[in-house]
């Protein structure tokens, strides 16, 4: 059974730190994706990123990058210089290759303080 | 062009009345979801649909709960007969081809008293 675990309920920080998200995984396919989302306050579900288990290159976009290690089956997501519009929850998700459902881990409540 | 559609955004019944939740997917996209959410679960997958057929309906609470999908462009959760404990936001999603990304529609709110 597939499982993804955020062990961060929530996160405050200052605006323009660093934060990082951590997520770690558990799936026996060695075909699967990864995914990440964010929940605003006004509670619509963004998709931020998806990423396939054979690609473990580092992810830029713009203030946010994704690190992912097979090794430690973990899929972080940085924040750099965050934002006071970055608070929002953030879910980690993970898909089987066999499949299309997703597990959505338990979300990281991220909250930027001007 | 248009996201996923779902109505009504907040519905508030009383328990032990039907309630229909709609969504339509984006257009060209074969997979439809549905999803539950609340403080207590999380985010958890009810059911979905490929190509208009009921692909896994596991996470389906029980026999209140059901779901169509007549045509590609229209599904409906359906609850009868409604309780208290199914108050959450019911968030409708569809994407493109197996394993991709999942496109969200803005949630139904549903309380029920």
């Known amino acids: 059974a597939q499982k993804v675990t955020q062990a961060q309920t929530e996160i405050s920080v200052v605006e323009k730190e660093d934060v990082t998200l951590d997520c770690v995984y558990e799936t026996r396919d060695t075909t699967y994706y990864l995914f990440w989302y964010k929940q605003p306050p006004s509670g619509e579900l963004v998709f931020l990123i998806r990423?396939?288990?054979?690609?473990?290159q580092n992810e830029i976009s713009g203030r946010y990058s994704w690190n992912f290690q097979k090794s430690t089956s973990s899929f972080n997501f940085t924040i750099t210089a965050s934002q006071v519009v970055d608070s929002a929850v953030y879910f980690c998700a993970l898909s089987e290759g066999s499949g299309s459902r997703l597990t959505f881990g338990e979300g990281t409540q991220l909250t930027v303080n001007p | 062009d248009a996201g996923v559609i779902q109505s009504p955004r907040h519905e508030v019944t009383e328990m032990g009345q039907e309630v229909t939740l709609r969504c339509k997917p984006i257009?060209?996209?074969?997979?439809l979801f549905w999803y539950r959410q609340t403080m207590m679960r999380g985010l958890e997958l009810l059911i979905y649909?490929?190509?208009?057929?009921?692909?896994?309906d596991s996470g389906m609470p029980e026999d209140r709960f059901s779901a169509k999908m007549p045509n590609a462009s229209f599904s409906t959760l359906k609850i009868q007969p409604s309780e208290p404990r199914d108050s959450a936001v019911y968030f409708c999603?569809?994407?493109?081809?197996?394993?991709?990304?999942?496109?969200f529609g803005p949630g139904t709110r549903l309380t029920v008293l």
């Open positions: 649909f490929n190509n208009n057929v009921p692909i896994d």
């Open positions: 257009s060209g996209h074969d997979y």
């Open positions: 999603a569809s994407s493109f081809l197996r394993a991709t990304e999942q496109f």
């Open positions: 990423r396939n288990s054979f690609d473990e």
